[in-house]
């Protein structure tokens, strides 16, 4: 047999845009498979000689979907520069928008993008396979995911100024206090978001048992977790310190400062995607890989700290007698563990007296050359580091993007799922579906390196050992 | 009610056609229209649509040959590729099916072929006053 490619371009339903090889031997085996990140956007280049006060609202255009997160690495890289610590109104602002932005973003994936696999299969046709057909037979779920994400985005637009690349974060804490009608009104909808937050939980879950097979292909392999975490050892997403986690439960460092990381982090760069590929650097690179994001965060949190999303827990960490779940297709899992602890939390901060402070800001001039602003964002750490002149002018960026960070394990996760899943003689749509699946497991946001583009069709090319094209499967 | 989208990036040149219309619609006073400002069209904005029975989405499009020619348009190509913003038809096809609204709807083109910056500004503003003057004198009719 001779030695072919096959090409998945672009992958739909991701956040962003993407392709797929699939390498078939001469012996008619898939070899390996990539995937690729196909456009280069320069922001840690054309960020250099603007002001540091453009910062967050120049990064957060990296992002139309998680916007949030980079405006808080950006504020909390701007804050180490200029020596200021936000006061407590202001954190807890920021704490709030960031939940919020999980919240829309996780709902997002798993009502919109992913939703169809769960109902109809990854084997249904692919006409069905998808939110229109979603919309006639789960119309509830449908009306659900856009509550939901509504809920989500009012907070962000009421506490930030926009839905979309808001404002209102600022270096040394937020613009402008809570309203106490805003607090009331957020409040008010907690409960029933809690209860549809729930459902989906629920309705995850009694429908895991269809799809062993993908619990244990699509992506299972031990790796290293990586998350911020408190000192409490609870879920964290805004402050903490670095914690590494091997397959096995062992902490293999934590307590590390972010603006330490480049001492653990290595970025390794593949001329195949734009895309970095970081890894732990005492393991080296490739063995060094890890994940992070959701199911990383989880993992490595003792507790959620909130009451609902505790009880989940518990649930969650017994599907691997304690030890870290490594099967990447429970990243969904994750989600809605943290889309109720997301919930939980933002009702506890906006009960929280000192959340109602007038005072939400701290201000100061440039006191320091370096800073390093480090958040969990969606899909999992996030990190922004600036360089600056003493008058403030940028000299240097670095960005690890989330998903960057999950860059060599989607990798092994696609290679393993085409391995698995696609026979090079007969390849079907549900195969290929998987594969996709896979990357959708870890909803990564291309977009941050990317922007999405509107191709209606998927195009997978199966190519010989000369690049010739010998057939062509149109996907829709 | 009336409700009129216009959607795009500011930050990308003519790709800020429908921003820039409802900005000038603004100062317009219509009666009975709800005007809505977007980046882009999301899942959760049919929540802000379910009283309208008439939906004006305003934005650019790409085209190399016919720059700053404006078109209406009943259709639009569908988009299946989901990401975290949406299409106009799938927007309506969400009020149809799950909050059985099922209003008109009209698509409000300009045709650009630079999303980087205005190219002409002269042109770009004889588009967003055309169609915020013919937007204006149809909501006048109703």
Do not use: W
């Not at chain 2, 720059?67 to 259709?75: D, E, G």
């Amino acid at each position: 047999m001779q030695k072919k490619t096959i090409v998945i371009d672009p992958v739909t339903r991701i956040e962003g845009h993407a392709k797929i090889t699939i390498d078939i031997s001469e012996e008619g085996v898939v070899e390996d498979a990539k995937i690729h990140v196909t456009q280069y956007r320069g922001f840690e280049k054309f960020c250099e000689g603007r002001p540091y006060t453009e910062m967050p609202a120049l990064t957060a255009r990296t992002c139309g979907i998680c916007p949030v997160s980079h405006v808080v690495s950006a504020t909390k890289a701007i804050d180490e520069i200029l020596g200021v610590t936000p006061p407590k109104a202001g954190v807890n602002i920021r704490k709030i928008v960031n939940l919020a932005q999980m919240l829309q973003s996780h709902t997002l994936n798993f009502y919109h993008l992913s939703s169809p696999d769960f109902i109809y299969g990854f084997d249904a046709p692919k006409e069905d396979r998808n939110i229109f057909k979603m919309m006639q037979t789960h119309p509830q779920m449908a009306r659900d995911g856009i509550n939901l994400r509504a809920f989500g985005q009012k907070i962000i637009e009421d506490l930030a100024g926009k839905r979309i690349h808001p404002t209102g974060i600022i270096p040394g804490g937020a613009s402008h206090k809570i309203e106490e009608s805003t607090k009331e009104a957020i409040l008010e909808q907690v409960p029933a978001m809690l209860k549809i937050a729930q459902s989906a939980l629920e309705f995850f879950r009694d429908n895991l048992h269809k799809f062993q097979e993908e619990i244990d292909y699509l992506g299972a392999f031990p790796s290293l977790f990586m998350a911020i975490t408190n000192d409490e050892g609870t879920l964290e997403h805004y402050d903490g310190k670095l914690c590494f986690m091997d397959s096995e439960g062992n902490i293999l460092k934590d307590k590390i400062e972010p603006r330490d990381y480049k001492e653990f982090i290595g970025e390794a760069v593949e001329d195949f995607s734009y895309l970095k590929s970081p890894y732990y650097k005492p393991l080296g690179y490739p063995q060094g890989m890890y994940r992070v994001g959701a199911l990383a965060r989880v993992n490595i949190a003792k507790t959620c700290g909130t009451p609902l999303a505790d009880k989940e827990l518990i649930k969650f960490k017994a599907l691997n007698d304690g030890k870290p779940v490594l099967n990447t297709f429970y990243y969904h899992y994750a989600r809605l563990i943290e889309m109720i602890y997301a919930i939980e939390k933002i009702e506890e901060l906006l009960k929280c007296d000192e959340t109602m402070s007038d005072n939400v800001r701290s201000t100061s001039t440039v006191s320091y050359e370096r800073g390093v602003g480090c958040s969990e964002a969606p899909r999992g750490t996030l990190f922004h580091e600036y360089h600056v002149t003493k008058d403030g002018i940028i000299t240097g960026v670095n960005l690890i993007i989330a998903t960057g960070n999950n860059n060599l394990a989607m990798n092994a996760g696609v290679k393993q799922v085409a391995q698995r899943f696609v026979d090079p003689k007969n390849i079907t749509d549900g195969a290929l579906n998987r594969v996709e699946a896979v990357i959708r497991c870890f909803d990564p946001c291309l977009s941050c390196s990317t922007h999405a583009l509107g191709i209606v069709s998927s195009k997978v090319e199966i190519r010989d050992h000369n690049k010739k094209i010998i057939k062509v499967f149109e996907r829709s | 009610m009336r409700v009129i989208i216009g959607y795009g990036n500011e930050l990308r040149g003519e790709d800020a056609f429908g921003v820039d219309t409802i900005k000038k619609l603004q100062k317009l006073s219509l009666k009975n229209t709800k005007l809505l400002s977007l980046h882009q069209l999301t899942p959760e904005i049919v929540l802000q649509l379910l009283d309208a029975n008439e939906i004006i989405f305003i934005d650019a499009s790409y085209d190399e040959k016919n720059h700053y020619a404006l078109a209406c348009s009943l259709t639009e190509q569908d988009n299946l590729n989901l990401s975290h913003h949406i299409s106009p038809k799938t927007i309506i096809y969400m009020l149809n099916n799950l909050y059985k609204n099922m209003p008109k709807f009209l698509i409000y083109s300009m045709m650009s072929r630079n999303f980087d910056t205005i190219e002409d500004t002269l042109r770009y503003q004889e588009c967003v006053d055309a169609v915020a003057l013919y937007l204006s004198l149809e909501g006048q009719k109703n």
